[in-house]
Nanobody
């Protein structure tokens, strides 16, 4: 059974940094596309960053370009989202997602992902 477990969320001041982790179990995800989404109550899930199976193709939402980085540690079977220069509008629940199709492209649509983590709360406030 594939499971994704996020961690690393919390309360941080504006301008601060957090690194979210998404640890996978039940499947080696080193050749899978992964994504990070955010969701506020009552709103649709929104893509923040994603990478294709090889990691050579990456997508970032305009609002996070230059501040967030998605990466993968193959030895740990874990995907990260490094978030720098955080802003109050970054406050949300963040979810990691896994696609097992091994398509070559970056996947940007939530419905195309096969597995989701439980989410981790990120709050940016002074």
């Amino acid at each position: 059974q594939v499971q994704l477990v996020e961690s690393g969320g919390g309360l941080v001041q504006p301008g601060g940094s957090l690194r979210l982790s998404c640890a996978a179990s039940g499947r080696t995800v080193n050749r899978d596309a992964m994504g990070w989404f955010r969701q506020a109550p009552g709103k649709e899930r929104e893509l923040v960053a994603a990478m294709n199976w090889s990691g050579f193709s990456r997508y970032y939402a305009d609002s996070v370009k230059g501040r967030f980085t998605i990466s993968r540690d193959r030895a740990k079977n874990t995907v990260y989202l490094q978030m720098n220069i955080l802003k109050p509008e970054s406050t949300d629940v963040y979810y990691c997602a896994l696609d097992t199709s091994q398509r070559p492209d970056v996947i940007t649509t939530p419905g195309e992902y096969d597995y989701w983590g439980q989410g981790t709360q990120v709050t940016v406030s002074s």
